[in-house]
């Protein structure tokens, strides 16, 4: 248990499809992270929120439109996806500081799948 | 930006032989360097981690040695057991992003 909560684990939707992948953070931490694991390829970052603002979209198509009402809880809304979105999804999240960042703690992940 | 390179993508060991993963990175401000182990299924674990002030850092079985001047890193797996087959990723850290490598999958057989 590495105090980062997703859900659901597995979503499997259609392309007209709306969903939302949920993360939630225990630790106390103050910026929150969507990474996408793809097959053989190195972990994409797509959004950070530190301090509950967006301070990086990575060129993400606006099919992943991402939300943090607040600094514990992160969303990943999904629309309209294609096949090639099928991925593991991985939240994070870090106690950002003046001169450099803690540690990066994982969730377990969504494995989406696209039909 | 940074760009982290890991290799090898596989490794096999015998159980009890050591493993050794190598990282380079690109950019001298990277301060930071987080080792991760993803089991099948389930999201990376931190296990290891060295800042830049350090040269070497060791925790039981693992260690980890950063050269900043040649920007390169390495895991050090001492005594491989079977548990310790997983995916490992590499990465460096530099204000406040974090770069990964793209993993080396270690399979050590008993």
């Known amino acids: 248990e590495t105090g980062v909560t997703q859900t659901p684990r597995h979503l499997v939707m259609g392309m007209t499809n709306k969903k939302s992948l949920k993360c939630e953070q225990h630790l106390g931490h103050n910026a929150m992270y969507w990474y996408k694991q793809s097959a053989k390829k190195p972990l994409e970052l797509m959004f950070v929120?530190?301090?509950?603002?967006?301070?990086e979209n990575n060129s993400v198509p606006s099919r992943f439109s991402p939300e943090c009402p607040n600094s514990s809880h992160l969303f990943l809304h999904l629309h309209t996806l294609q096949p090639e979105d099928s991925a593991l999804y991985l939240c994070?999240?870090?106690?950002?500081?003046?001169?450099?960042?803690?540690?990066?703690?994982f969730g377990e992940g969504s494995r989406l799948t696209v039909l | 930006g940074e760009n982290v390179e890991q290799h090898p993508s596989t490794l096999s060991v015998q159980e009890g032989d050591s493993a050794v993963i190598k990282c380079t990175y690109s950019?001298?401000?990277?301060?930071?360097f987080p080792w991760y182990k993803q089991e099948l299924g389930k999201g990376p674990q931190l296990i290891i981690d060295i800042r830049s002030n350090v040269g070497e850092k060791k925790d039981q079985r693992i260690a980890v040695t950063l050269n900043k001047t040649a920007k390169h890193f390495s895991l050090h797996i001492t005594e491989t057991q079977p548990e310790d087959s997983a995916v490992y990723f590499c990465a460096a850290n530099n204000f406040n992003k974090f770069y990964f490598g793209s993993g080396t999958k270690l399979n050590v057989k008993p």
């Open positions: 994070a999240s870090s106690q950002d500081k003046r001169g450099g960042t803690g540690e990066l703690f």
């Open positions: 950019d001298s401000a990277s301060n930071y």
């Open positions: 929120y530190s301090l509950e603002e967006r301070v």
